[in-house]
């Protein structure tokens, strides 16, 4: 609140100290204080859809700008709830007042948000009520996961990379005269690409299995060697084969 004038102190108090019990009392009164920090945003929600996923921890929910950037990731999504903040502007932070907003929207089973406004008292407000100004906030609470990709697609990066895989294999086998059982020994960038796991590996042969995170129920698999490097059956040595379960 604005000060609008202030009294005379005489000289006698100002130089006075407290009673030693009085200061000793102030200090558990602070610590109270900043324990009711968090309980001083309140937070309501409108349920868009009944809650069918289990709570998301805090720091897993991920926080939008706008559904633009969703949209610019590639990412799909469904609303679960609107949520309404309110806080006193004096006792709580913007940063504060989102993560209690992430909070409420993980016991709801969601793992994003999207911010809208967030309102601050105004002057008037602030010189009326004080403390009792309030800062409010509202947010979108939004389940998201990324768009599956086109089984083609899929099938294109998982026989490119398991095809990176025999060659560096070759490779490896004419300097160490054997084949590589770590794919981070293969030198072969990944990104995007997919999971790449070896199933077996040895001066024989080996096997790899490959998956893409975008479409989990697709794999494909190469091997070199023996049937007992064989991933999936009926495959044959030096080429790709994938299935789909």
């Avoid at 609140?1 to 200090?27: D, G, N, V, W, Y």
């Avoid at 010189?127 to 086109?150: D, M, N, T, Y």
Wanted: charged share 30%.
């Amino acid at each position: 609140m604005q000060r609008l004038f202030t009294a005379a102190i005489p000289a006698s108090l100002r130089s006075a100290s407290p009673p030693r019990s009085r200061r000793r009392a102030t200090k558990p009164l602070i610590a109270l204080s900043a324990l009711a920090l968090p309980a001083c945003v309140n937070v309501s929600a409108e349920m868009l859809a009944p809650q069918k996923h289990e709570p998301v921890p805090v720091d897993s929910v991920r926080v939008f700008v706008a559904e633009s950037e969703l949209e610019d990731q590639d990412l799909e999504w469904e609303s679960v709830a609107v949520l309404f903040a309110r806080g006193s502007a004096d006792w709580t932070s913007e940063r504060g007042m989102l993560r209690k907003l992430r909070e409420e929207a993980g016991k709801r089973g969601a793992n994003g948000i999207i911010l809208g406004e967030m309102k601050e008292p105004g002057f008037g407000e602030r010189l009326f009520l004080g403390s009792g100004a309030a800062r409010k906030s509202q947010v979108a609470a939004i389940r998201w996961w990324e768009r599956p990709l086109p089984v083609d697609e899929v099938l294109e990066l998982l026989e490119a990379l398991l095809e990176d895989v025999l060659a560096a294999q070759h490779r490896y086998r004419e300097r160490y005269n054997t084949f590589a059982a770590d794919p981070s020994d293969l030198l072969i960038d990944r990104e995007e690409s997919g999971d790449l796991r070896i199933t077996s590996a040895d001066s024989l042969g080996f096997g790899a299995v490959a998956e893409h995170v975008r479409l989990r129920d697709v794999r494909c698999a190469i091997h070199i060697g023996p049937d007992e490097y064989r991933v999936l059956e009926g495959s044959r040595p030096g080429e790709v084969a994938c299935e789909r379960r």
